[in-house]
């Protein structure tokens, strides 16, 4: 094992990061934007060469801050107990469904919980942060496009569906810690 480079452990597992096995191109920390691209796709670009690199030499870590959500609690009680306690999506909140093939967001509102109409009501089922490296279908890069928004999954009652959607920017995940690098990098 080479006597250089950054060193990486597990357990009794360890690894030097040289050349070889990966250069770090770019790490730091970004803001992720409160907006869509113009094609309607979602994320923060990071330059990477000026050639085009194979998927297969490129590594991509992306850890997320502290995601922002946008739900209504609902609590349903009788006297001091508490029966249930549900969490819905906010009508007023801006949510986006997300093509898996194309990466084209489309927005998505929630129902306005309506008395009596349980339709209009969507209950969340889980939340939770969601992080990876945009592809965009691509298998050859100059760049890289990191997505970290918070990601909803929903029961959609007026479709009868349930349903992903995402919460981006300072409403979704504002801030990510990432690092991209290159194997067998030239410079």
């Known amino acids: 094992m080479a006597d250089y480079g950054i060193r990486l452990t597990s357990g009794s ?3 030097s990061l040289t050349p070889e096995c990966a250069t770090i191109i770019s790490a730091g920390e970004k803001s992720m934007s409160d907006s869509l691209e113009g094609d309607n796709t979602y994320g923060e670009d990071v330059t990477i060469s000026t050639s085009l690199i194979p998927e297969a030499d490129i590594a991509v870590f992306i850890v997320p801050s502290i995601p922002t959500f946008s739900v209504i609690n609902s609590r349903f009680t009788s006297g001091s107990t508490l029966y249930a306690s549900s969490q819905y ?3 007023e909140a801006t949510y986006y469904t997300r093509d898996t093939s ?4 489309t927005s998505w509102s929630a129902g306005n919980m309506t008395a009596g109409s ?3 009501w969507d209950p969340i089922l889980s939340i939770y942060p969601a992080v990876f490296w945009d592809k965009l279908g691509a298998s050859t890069f100059t760049a890289v496009r990191l997505f970290a928004a918070t990601c909803y999954f929903v029961y959609d009652t007026s479709a009868s569906t349930k349903k992903i959607v995402y919460s981006i ?4 995940v504002p801030t990510i810690q990432y690092m991209v690098a290159i194997k067998n990098y030239a410079g």
Do not use: C, E
């Open 13 to 15: 597992n360890v690894l």
């Open 89 to 91: 999506a906010d009508d």
């Open 102 to 105: 194309t990466s084209v967001m």
């Open 118 to 120: 349980r339709d209009t």
């Open 169 to 172: 920017g300072s409403v979704g």
